[in-house]
């Protein structure tokens, strides 16, 4: 039986792992996350209340619980919050990434670590692994600062880096591009629709599967898991709204430049995902399979 701790085990990613995971006898799940588990399945698996900024509480608990493997999906994912807060920022993204390696390397676990396309400029996407990063904001620096630890650990590492991931949370801290949509729309709201720039989406599950299989063939490297469909957030509001035959006009097509976030979004980025249908047998639904998949998930009204 391979004993997996998942961090971030409440936020929308950590969660499908559990539930995959927790499901199949073959694995024994530690899930840690911040607080309370706010998890609606709660058996099966074993919850560990943990700061990841907490030194001492990170090492006791991987001493503790000696894992086969760790998924570091935990992170400080809200790109403005990131811009505003950096020091926190860099507690989360960066040092407890250290923290948890130190802690896998002592335990002789493979270690897969969360990334983002955030890590790339946005100014040639789609992106291969191997291309060169060069980020816009300071969560992708903070990514990008991350993976140069990982890549220098004495254990064996893995990078997942992933695009606009998508799915019903059970508890969300987060919205997604189409719980977003859906929930604006049917509220009669307007909604302003950036249509410069480029994603390919990531259904939750597929993440998670992908992960799985990283961790099962112990691939270690880089690997880009996201969706294949390279769309522009409109694109994606329309598909939404045209499934759920929701009022359109309610769009304001605009480009990210009339948006006054914090922290610069990188235009055209999305994943060439070859490598890891090669390496993984990798095999994504579309954005449109996807969706359907998401509406008929969502709790009815
Ligand atoms: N969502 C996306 O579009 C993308 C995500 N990624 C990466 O994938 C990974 C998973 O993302 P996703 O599931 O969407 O992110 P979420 O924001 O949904 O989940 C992140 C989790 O990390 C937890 N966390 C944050 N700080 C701490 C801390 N100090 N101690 C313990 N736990 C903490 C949060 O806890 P709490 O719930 O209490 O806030 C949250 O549950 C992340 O590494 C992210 O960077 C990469 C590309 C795209
Ligand atoms: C809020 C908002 C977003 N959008 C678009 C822009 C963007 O491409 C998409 C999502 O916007 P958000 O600001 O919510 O998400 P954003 O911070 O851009 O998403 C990022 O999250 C982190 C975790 C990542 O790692 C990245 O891969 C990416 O998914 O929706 C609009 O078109 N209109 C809006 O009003």
Redesign the pocket.
Known sequence: MMKVLITGSNGLLGQYLVELLSSLPAYEVIATGRGANRLRMQKGYQYESVNLADESAVKRLIERTAPDVIIHAGAM?Q?DDCERSKDACWMVNVTATRYLLQGAEKAGAFFLFLS???VFDGLSGPYKEEDAVNPVNYYGASKVAAERIVKQAKVPWAIART???YGVADDPRRSN?ITWVKSNLEQKKK????ND?W?TPTLVQDLAEGCKRIIDKKAEGIFHLSGKDMLT?YDMAMQVANYLNLDTKLFEKVDASSFKQPAQ?PAKTGFVIDKAERELGFAPRSFEEGLKLVIEQLPEK
């Open positions: 994912t790109a983002t396309d955030f695009v606009l991931v591009i909604l302003k629709v950036v720039q994603r957030p979004r």
